[in-house]
């Protein structure tokens, strides 16, 4: 069965647009609790409750706001958090190209695989196989579902994988950790410790296997429901499908690209006079409106839907952290 792609859009860099499609790369194995009525077996639902009076309230009374200050709030109403989406571009946009191991794992939050389409193959070997050799990845910002983000490109055996970043004022620092320094005299271990810790090492070293690890957890509270479920009812419960957004081929002499975009100087922007020849091309105007009404209209459904299950999702946590 073929992978669902979840957005269609394009690589860019320089002048160079390589129409790619995401795949989610990975999936969630925890074990989903939901709350029920222990008398009826009925699903607890979610009530928005008013944390003063503690009565229910109509979703129709109920306003977004920022505290910007302790108890001060500056109240942002539906139109305001729309003007304020980045524009949908369906566009992975590389700002920089760095050395792949400049980038602290710690800033790597979720990997997709970015695999291509529209014929865009050859383009798409070309740029993985030179980020391998070169041992470098692309910092890019990318829009997803009305939500900007900085991400990495990165190249990994036959597939590039778009890993959404952390940005950096979310990464804290490691001020006020008490930490051994490197290097520090008082620190350095004996000839014979650093003997032995490596030999450890060597003997628990091997491949790396990730079927290997299994969540016990998750493993022992399905043998669990197994085993009642022989004697119970179960349900099934089936999650909508999001509607991706089209995307226009528009792959053309890469040669010629890569020429103009190095004429353009470092940064790869092309000049004026190039940018013009290339905005006259073919059909392109008719086809970006296109994709851009398409991609606007699905970003907003999207928008729509994601919301929904996020606070779906962040309901359903509160209820059980209490």
Do not use: C
Request: proline content about 5%; overall charge positive.
């Amino acid at each position: 069965m073929a992978a669902r792609t979840i957005w269609k859009g394009a690589i860019s860099f320089g002048l160079v647009h390589i129409p790619v499609g995401l795949h989610t790369a990975t999936t969630e194995s925890g074990v989903d609790f939901d709350w029920l009525d222990k008398r009826s077996m009925d699903p607890v639902g979610y009530k928005r409750i008013n944390k003063r009076t503690g009565k229910e309230i109509d979703k129709d009374n109920i306003v977004k706001g920022v505290e910007y200050e302790d108890g001060q709030y500056v109240i942002v109403s539906p139109d305001e958090i729309a003007d304020a989406y980045p524009r949908t571009t369906q566009t992975i946009e590389i700002q920089q190209f760095v050395d792949a191991q400049g980038v602290p794992f710690v800033y790597l939050e979720r990997p997709y695989y970015v695999a291509p389409i529209n014929k865009g193959h050859k383009v798409y070997a070309l740029l993985r196989d030179t980020l391998a050799k070169t041992g470098k990845i692309g910092i890019a910002k990318v829009v997803i579902q009305t939500k900007q983000h900085l991400a990495a490109l990165i190249p990994s055996g036959d597939a590039l994988v778009l890993n959404l970043m952390r940005w950096g004022d979310e990464v804290k620092s490691l001020d006020g950790l008490d930490l051994p320094k490197a290097g520090a005299r008082n620190m350095t271990p004996s000839a014979a410790e650093v003997k032995m810790a490596k030999m450890l090492v060597d003997d628990m070293s091997g491949e790396w296997d990730p079927s290997q690890y299994k969540d016990e957890f998750k493993a022992a509270v399905m043998d669990l429901v197994e085993k009642k479920a022989r004697a119970g009812k179960t349900e099934t419960v089936i999650e909508p499908q999001e509607e991706s957004p089209a995307y226009a081929d528009n792959v053309i002499d890469l040669t010629e690209l890569l020429q103009r975009s190095l004429k353009g100087g470092k940064g790869g922007k092309a000049p004026a006079s190039a940018a013009k020849k290339a905005a006259r091309a073919p059909a392109k105007k008719t086809t970006a409106r296109a994709a851009g009404k398409t991609a606007s209209k699905s970003a907003s459904k999207t928008a729509g839907k994601t919301a929904g299950k996020t606070a779906g999702k962040a309901a359903s946590k509160t209820r059980k952290a209490a």
